[in-house]
């Protein structure tokens, strides 16, 4: 079955940029949809993007201007990056399959299998 | 956009019925039927429950059930169990095509 694994640094400084990358093991990343969602400590979740594998985006518009989320279907990963850190972003990150269609009968536009999401600290 | 309303936290004793609300507008639960569900138990990541307003995938308990009202969807654990005592979040999409996620609500089981 597929599964998806976080990797990056668990330490940013703050104003750096963050880099995230999730590896999509168990089936091709070439159809679905692949989101990006966090976690501070001890709060909700927060849905911050996603991408098509063919390359298109949409970004949650709190964090537009900081966000890029690419894909590299060679590698079956995508990527997160997210700058201008400050210690409100130290969250638990997530990466998250979006089938996002609908067959004659079923729709299927849930977050349906997830990473086990990666630790990240902004401080100096 | 504005996260979901969802109440802070809700109680029942095993095997008793909870239902647990999520209010949107007309923008994002009220226009769509695409409303899902995730458990989280603590240290873990969260798992889909529900997809589409009532959909199950396959190995979830059907002791779950989703529905939906107008602006507001509901998610309904009959027979509730000591295993079931975890934050519950509600997520839907938008008339921006984006997500947007409740403020989850923390199921205690008595």
């Known amino acids: 079955q597929v599964q998806l694994q976080e990797s990056g640094p668990g330490l940013v400084k703050p104003s750096e940029t963050l880099s995230l990358t999730c590896t999509v093991s168990?089936?091709?990343?070439?159809?679905?949809?692949w989101s990006w969602i966090r976690q501070p400590p001890g709060k909700g979740l927060e849905w911050i993007g996603y991408?098509?594998?063919?390359?298109?985006?949409n970004y949650n518009p709190s964090l537009k201007s900081r966000v890029t989320i690419s894909v590299d279907t060679s590698k079956n990963q995508f990527s997160l990056k997210l700058s201008s850190l400050t210690a409100a972003d130290t969250a638990i990150y997530y990466c998250?399959?979006?089938?996002?269609?609908?067959?004659?009968?079923?729709?299927?536009?849930?977050?349906?299998?997830w990473g086990q999401g990666t630790t990240v600290t902004v401080s100096s | 956009q504005s996260a979901l309303t969802q109440p802070a936290s809700v109680s029942g004793s095993p095997g008793q019925s909870i239902t647990i609300s999520c209010t949107g507008t007309?923008?994002?639960?009220?226009?769509?039927?695409?409303v899902s569900w995730y458990q989280q138990h603590p240290g873990k990541a969260p798992k889909l429950m529900i997809h589409?307003?009532?959909e199950r995938p396959s190995g979830v308990s059907n002791r779950f059930s989703g529905s939906k009202s107008g602006n507001t969807a509901s998610l309904t654990i009959s027979k509730v169990q000591a295993e079931d005592e975890a934050d519950y979040y509600c997520?839907?999409?938008?008339?921006?095509?984006?997500?947007?996620f409740g403020g989850g609500t923390k199921l205690t089981v008595l």
């Open positions: 997520s839907s999409y938008t008339s921006i095509s984006t997500w947007v």
């Open positions: 991408i098509y594998y063919s390359g298109s985006t």
């Open positions: 998250a399959r979006v089938p996002a269609y609908c067959t004659t009968t079923t729709c299927y536009y849930g977050m349906d299998v």
């Open positions: 589409d307003v009532s």
């Open positions: 007309s923008s994002d639960v009220g226009g769509y039927n695409y």
């Open positions: 168990g089936g091709s990343i070439s159809t679905y949809y």
